[in-house]
């Protein structure tokens, strides 16, 4: 099993920035990818951006250009880098990591809140 502890949400102005830590622990081996998602009250939840275990990387159109997800493997850690921060990306962000088997069930964190507004 895989443990997810996010950190890094806030309230920035818009343009501004911030940066998303997820910090891994657990069953680190059974990881595929790591992914954000973000999620608005009322809406689905929606895939930001993800990295594969070998480095590969994955965003939303509405974040390309904008948003840098990476990864340090030896903190087990995965950063989601948002510059030129827009209200519409005010939402709460979560954590997921997709397994290598496709029989194991994704494991999330739990959620920091992320507010763009003057």
């Known amino acids: 099993q895989v443990q997810l502890v996010e950190s890094g949400g806030g309230l920035v102005q818009p343009g501004g920035s911030l940066r998303l830590s997820c910090a891994a622990s657990?069953?680190?081996?059974?990881?595929?990818?790591l992914g954000w998602y973000r999620q608005v009250l009322g809406k689905q939840r929606e895939l930001v951006a993800a990295?594969?275990?070998?480095?590969?990387?994955n965003y939303a159109d509405s974040v390309k250009g904008r948003f840098t997800i990476s990864r340090d493997s030896a903190k087990n850690t995965v950063y989601l880098q948002m510059n030129s921060l827009k209200p519409a990306d005010t939402a709460v962000y979560y954590c997921r990591a997709t397994m290598i088997k496709a029989t194991d069930l994704p494991s999330w964190g739990q959620g920091t809140q992320v507010t763009v507004s003057s």
């Open positions: 657990g069953s680190i081996g059974s990881i595929y990818a």
């Open positions: 990295i594969t275990s070998g480095g590969n990387t």
